[in-house]
């Protein structure tokens, strides 16, 4: 009688077990973009998280200073949301440890509650990652694992737009 018990109970923790992160079913992205393409769908440069995992495709807009992340999958073909209250970029600006937070901006194709897309508008941000010295790190989870991905910025700005990173 006991071994009953105890088995029905395993099963019910494991059954009603509550996902401390939830996941959006991926939405696809329009266009097509090979699995190694050095640009993401929105022309900016994809990042890759985890042993390409995921790809981050990190999109700025220098004109209004603003840096925005567009989540996605493997193959950069899906977006990937997530349910979080912000993805943190890390940094150091005069040598000391800074958090920075990009808020969510859901695209369309999100769930109400996820987003695929995270922003934000700083010229701080932008300069740290332009001067190259700043070692800023963007800290995420996905699922149960976490990733830390070096950001990196650093080509040519002539003659180079990098398009819209945030629609409001």
Request: glycine letters at 8%; hydrophobic letters at 45%.
């Amino acid at each position: 009688m006991l071994r009953v018990f105890v088995s029905w109970f395993a099963a019910g923790v494991l059954f009603f077990q509550v996902p401390l992160f939830a996941q959006q079913p991926a939405a696809p992205v329009s266009g097509e973009v090979h699995s190694h393409a050095e640009h993401g769908p929105h022309g900016g440069e994809l990042l890759e998280i985890g042993k390409e995992e995921f790809h981050a495709e990190l999109v700025i807009d220098e004109t209004k200073k603003q840096l925005a992340i567009f989540l996605m999958d493997s193959k950069v073909k899906d977006f990937v949301a997530l349910d979080v209250p912000f993805l943190a970029v890390n940094l150091k600006m005069a040598g000391k440890p800074v958090q920075m937070k990009l808020k969510p901006m859901p695209q369309e194709i999100d769930k109400p509650g996820f987003a695929s897309r995270f922003g934000i508008t700083s010229k701080e941000l932008l300069d740290a990652l332009h001067g190259g010295h700043a070692d800023a790190k963007l800290a995420l989870k996905i699922g149960s694992k976490a990733y830390a991905v070096k950001l990196v910025h650093d080509h040519d700005h002539a003659g180079h737009n990098h398009g819209p990173a945030v629609k409001k």
